[in-house]
């Protein structure tokens, strides 16, 4: 049934586009793509968000992955309303700063050291100026498709809300900048080896989401990655695995604890904060200490380490390292994935879908893809159709074609089984 009635969320969206450009603080978020009102979030807990008009959904967005033990969790939400109690932010260093930096280094044994920071966009940038100072070469290569965050030299052909709005290279980036950026093929080896034979001298770092999780899901070939790591090591360059979604959503060894590769610089962030402001890049102690005050790559933040958001991360990371945890979010997100290819089976909608542990790529084409061109060759009409189909029926799927989803351990067989019920309906629209 439509209605007339405005309802809450465009009166909020109104509101929102006469203060905020389009309305919202980071693209994807205002639906341009997909089109139709963003759903103004009034609270969120396990598996679910409500919006302002009070209706339910099964999430799938998760806070972009960020949500993996499920929204307001008891243990997380007590962590922070204690560590609140105490204070907001000292601009020193505390205890609860090293429990986490430690554990981050006993989990993903590749970061010898680690320094915290407050978002994805800032570790990314860092570790850029750290193989940069570390090397004293100028150029970076990067994957189309690939995101890394909006710092400038990463701006380009980048992926998620930059690809979805058909501009994966922003404006404002100089081009003295964009470069020294050199933007290769995901997935092509051939085309890095060239790359490292005309420029290696050039080439301070390569950096790769090895499980690309911001061109919908695309896997690295182990092929791909490993002859990345040695052509790294032949040639001194730094090599950054950007685990910023991958790392503790895809399992408890990270990305490259799967594929058993070790980068020289790690970035993590979304899970390692529990949905709070808390990021994180770590690797080889030479490396490392190139980082001021103990090395001249400067780097620095107010909020670095901040004590609340720290204790989310901690309270996340504790739940995360309970006994299955990654065992049983896999297999309920592998029954999503399953219950959604069936059900567009049945209704013969072209359709396929992969997961790795707790996230997973719903692609309009009848396999999944493994590059960049095979992403560009979904069916978007289809998916914006099947996304407001589904999120009429209360399940929120990310508004956008190129964006991952991710599972939480809230998810129970019972939201998965009415998301495939759903999906039975909006998969016929
Ligand atoms: C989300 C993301 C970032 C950026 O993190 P922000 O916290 O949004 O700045 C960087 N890299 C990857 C792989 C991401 O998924």
Redesign the pocket.
Known sequence: MSTTMTSRNDTLFDRAQRIIPAGVN?PVRAFRAVGGTPRFIARAEGPHTWDADGKRYIDYMGS??TAVVGHAHPKVVEAVREAAGRGLSYGAPTEAEIELAELLAKLVPSMALVRLVS??????MTALRLARGFTGRPKIIKFEG?????GDSLLVKAG?GALTFGNPSSAGVPPEIAGHTIVLSFNDTAQLEDAFRKMAGEIAGVIV?PIA??MNLVEGSAEFLRRMRDLCTQHGAVLIF?????GFRVGLECAQGRYGITPDLT?L??VIGGGM?V?AFGGRRDIMECVAPLGPVYQAGTLSGNPVAVAAGLATMKIVQEPGFYDLLSLHTEALVEGLTLAAKKCRVPFSAKSVGGMFGLFFRATPPTSFAEVMQCDKDAFNRFFHAALERGVYFAPSAFEAGFVSAAHTEAEIGDTVSVAVQAFGQ
Not at 119 to 124: K, L, Y
């Open positions: 980071s972009w992955g978002s994805g966009t800032e570790a990314t690939c995101y890394h965050g909006h998620s989401e999780g911001n950007d685990e910023v979604m991958t970035t962030g979304k402001p990021a």
